[in-house]
């Protein structure tokens, strides 16, 4: 029988999706993910380094947010503590500015559902974005006014911006996600992993 991490890892619905963006790559689902899994990261998608290694967060990107999450490496990649599902499974390119496009809603509808429900052991959900905070959180805002109302979520999620560099500006203009957020953020994860 075909679990369901192999499922994802064998679908190839965004094909010509794929193939008409700037970048014209066929898929290749990031999955990570398996039952007993007690904190999820909820994720966007993955960027052109992630498709290529196929390793979730391995990017300057990931480094910031293992900071944020106060884990070390080898903690954030044990799948049997840690999942890590974003919004769609695949790198879904670039358009023709360079610029990521979004993740294909198509990834969400096919997929999400089922492994929300392949997840029952999750204690604690970090929301990683925009795509991540409408789907988890229903929000309905920007991204900084669902952050800034992070205390509304817990305890069982938190959300935050995406961890990327051109975030670095926003964190600047908003210091009390580093001083206020961060260290709940980083007690939540340590409760959820050693509880």
């Known amino acids: 029988m075909t679990t369901l ?5 064998a679908c190839r619905l965004c094909a010509d999706r794929f193939a008409a963006s700037a970048t014209a790559h066929t898929p290749r689902p990031v999955v990570w993910f398996q039952p007993g899994a007690r904190l999820l990261i909820a994720g966007q998608a993955p960027g052109m380094r992630v498709h290529t290694t196929g390793k979730p967060f391995n990017d300057p990107s990931g480094d910031r947010l293992r900071d944020w999450l106060g884990l070390t490496t080898d903690q954030f990649y044990d799948r049997s503590r840690v ?7 695949c ?7 360079g610029s990521d ?9 096919t997929w999400h559902d089922r492994v929300m429900k392949a997840l029952p052991d999750l ?8 795509y991540a905070h409408r789907y988890h959180l229903q929000a309905r805002g920007s991204v900084t006014e669902t952050v800034a109302g992070w ?8 959300p935050l911006p995406h961890p990327s560099w051109r ?10 996600f580093e001083t206020d957020l961060l260290p709940v953020l980083r007690q939540r994860v340590k409760e959820t992993l050693n509880d």
């Open 5 to 9: 991490p192999d499922q994802i890892r």
């Open 167 to 176: 975030n670095t500006a926003w964190l600047k203009r908003n210091p009390w």
């Open 123 to 130: 204690r604690f959900t970090v929301v990683v974005g925009g």
């Open 151 to 158: 205390r509304g979520f817990l305890p069982q999620a938190l």
């Open 101 to 109: 496009l979004p993740p294909p809603p198509l990834c969400r509808a």
């Open 83 to 89: 999942a890590i599902v974003p919004m769609a499974f």
């Open 91 to 97: 790198f879904p390119g670039y358009d023709t500015r």
